[in-house]
């Protein structure tokens, strides 16, 4: 793998340096993400105050009143929210606190392999059986979903959506639309990288505020920052950018889910080998706690992860918690025969430029991951389908250098249906279409090539020595937390490494070593998956490296995570 290194300007680096008397690497790290000072400042101080007003976005006053007027009233609510941790969290955050103050709502979530995503026909067909709500609030859906609300209007239903989707076509008319996507305003434009945890949280904290203004003592009460932790699992899990309000809901919402006070997400920890004693991080999140939530919606009943968030019984908790413990590992299993089955199609050295795979009988639920990892292994955009009915449907995930979008609007006339965004999107299309579509695919995909598909890089943050490698420089790293989307974990260089002996190879296929770090201490190091290709001892190299804690029974220790080695004569 070819290694970069761009650094920042030099005049940037000294500037944080002696404006905000950074350490050399921190200011670093910081000058590549943030050059200057003021910006750079205020993301190293995310603090809650620093939040904008929730009622500068677009028809929040207006969506407020209206939730008022239902409690008020005692009218009846209907939380609609989607089956991925942002819509659960959303679902749960918003329902908790209609509740505190006095409401009764009822939820649902979209079964996704006899409904599909969000306010469709089908799901409007179950929900509205019974008594039809007076107020029905979308979350995290709803953009497009024009004839649909069309639908609930004529059955006189208010309809207020909370979403931050794009919007393909023509909005839904005679609604309360919160998306900062839509509207130009700067209230919007600030929050236009919030996900529907983040706006539900804008909207909640926009009703606390009035019933301030109108003296309810229930207002007074509330420590809104306490609901957090639902919003940091919505906003690490949406995958969208670590900046900004973002970056401070994240952050405090980490601190919030340590204390455990909801006892499903204390009971959702405790399944995942996630004790008190863990110092919690966005990994945690994106790669223990969300696919546990998500194995509800993508195998079972997404209600059932609701349920755990909103649940205040212990035992109950627990229960649901391992029966998402259950679905999680069943979805790892189903996961891995498909992957194998459309991995099958292609040839490690020579794949085409875009890859299409489809399978008569693969499970929908787990046909976004398993595009995810073609699109790793290969470095293509990949497409997964399965057969439902006369239609192909799946989804498709991208490499940085392709807009999935650009790439469907050519295959536009193809499809049946499509939506999503520039790293993933869900498609559908005839049966009998799939080559035409797989031509007109790889087509577009290759317009985003000059000559050749880019070969996958990895970016070195900044170069340091062995001797840099204490609790200094993890204090340093520290501040950058949490990591994310347009803030990753940096990847440190160090050069002319000398192994004193060969890594020692554990669980078959991952590989441990050490090396003399700062104050000629010891240094753990871990290659994940790392046994096939070791680096050799005794001889001079270069690794790219991560250094973070490794904490086990209540002990932190620095520990080095190899993530690519290279000899110095070989190069990279």
């Known amino acids: 793998m070819r290694w970069t290194h761009t650094p920042p300007p030099d005049s940037a680096v000294q500037a944080l340096r002696s404006e905000l008397g950074l350490d050399s690497v921190l200011a670093e790290l910081l000058a590549a993400r943030l050059p200057e000072p003021g910006p750079a400042a205020a993301f190293l101080d995310p603090r809650l105050k620093h939040l904008k007003n929730p009622f500068e976005l677009s028809f929040v006053s207006e969506a407020v009143e209206r939730l008022l007027t ?46 599909g995503y969000g306010l469709s026909d089908n799901m409007l067909d179950r929900v509205l059986a019974g008594n039809p709500p007076d107020l029905l609030v979308a979350l995290d859906c ?12 004529e059955r006189g239903i208010d309809v207020i959506i909370v979403d931050h989707h794009e919007s393909k076509e023509a909005l839904p008319a005679d609604c309360l639309l919160i998306n900062p996507k839509l509207y130009p305003g700067p209230g919007d434009e600030q929050a236009r990288d919030l996900c529907t945890a983040g706006l539900v949280f804008k909207l909640v904290h926009a009703l606390i505020m009035r019933l301030r203004q109108l003296d309810d003592p229930r207002a007074y009460d509330l420590k809104l920052k306490h609901w ?36 499903g997400l204390a009971a959702l920890l405790e399944v995942s080998g996630l004790g008190r004693d863990h110092p919690l991080c966005a990994a945690d999140i994106a790669f223990r706690l969300g696919p546990r939530l998500n194995a509800g919606g993508r195998l079972a009943d997404a209600a059932l992860p609701v349920e755990l968030l909103l649940c205040d019984k212990k035992s109950r908790a627990l229960a649901a918690a391992a029966e998402l413990d259950a679905l999680n590992r069943e979805r790892q ?22 890859l299409v795979a489809a399978g008569t009988d693969w499970h929908p639920g787990v046909v976004g991951i398993v595009a995810g990892r073609l699109a790793r292994r290969f470095y293509r955009p990949a497409i997964v389908l399965t057969r439902d009915g006369d239609l192909l449907r799946g989804s498709g995930r991208s490499i940085p250098e392709v807009d999935l979008q650009e790439v469907l609007h050519g295959c536009d006339g193809l499809l049946a249906e499509w939506g999503g965004h520039r790293m993933a999107v869900g498609v559908a299309l005839p049966v009998d279409r799939l080559e035409e579509f797989r031509a007109a695919f790889t087509e577009g995909v290759a317009k985003f090539f000059a000559d050749t598909p880019p070969e996958p890089s990895l970016k070195i943050d900044t170069w340091v020595k062995a001797g840099d490698l204490g609790e200094r420089l993890l204090a340093q790293l520290d501040e950058l937390r949490p990591y994310g989307q347009e803030n990753p974990e940096p990847v440190l260089g160090i050069k002319r490494v000398m192994l004193a002996r060969a890594p020692e190879v554990f669980a078959q296929k991952h590989l441990r070593f050490d090396l003399k770090g700062a104050h000629g201490r ?13 680096p050799p001892a005794g001889e001079p190299i270069d690794l790219a490296v991560r250094f973070t804690w490794n904490v086990w029974n209540g002990r932190r220790t620095p520990r080095l995570e190899l993530v690519d080695w290279a000899g110095c004569t070989r190069g990279h």
């Open 333 to 354: 299993s189903i996961e891995r025969g498909v992957f194998d089955a459309a991995v099958a199609d292609f040839d490690d050295d020579h794949a085409p430029d875009a």
């Open 142 to 153: 709803g953009t497009n979903s024009v004839a649909e609300v069309a639908r609930l209007r």
């Open 228 to 263: 957090l932790d639902l919003v940091a699992l919505g906003t690490i899990a949406d995958l969208v950018p670590l900046r900004g309000e973002n970056r401070i809901l994240a952050r405090e919402g980490l601190r919030q889910l340590v204390e455990g006070r909801r006892p």
């Open 70 to 115: 239902a409690l008020r009233s005692g009218e009846d609510v209907l939380v609609i929210g989607d089956y991925d941790v942002d819509g659960m969290t959303s679902t749960a955050l918003l329902v908790s606190l209609l509740r505190y103050f006095g409401g009764d709502p009822v939820y649902q979530v979209p079964r996704r392999l006899e409904e």
């Open 522 to 534: 010891r240094v753990q190091g871990i290659a994940w998956n790392g046994a096939s290709n070791p």
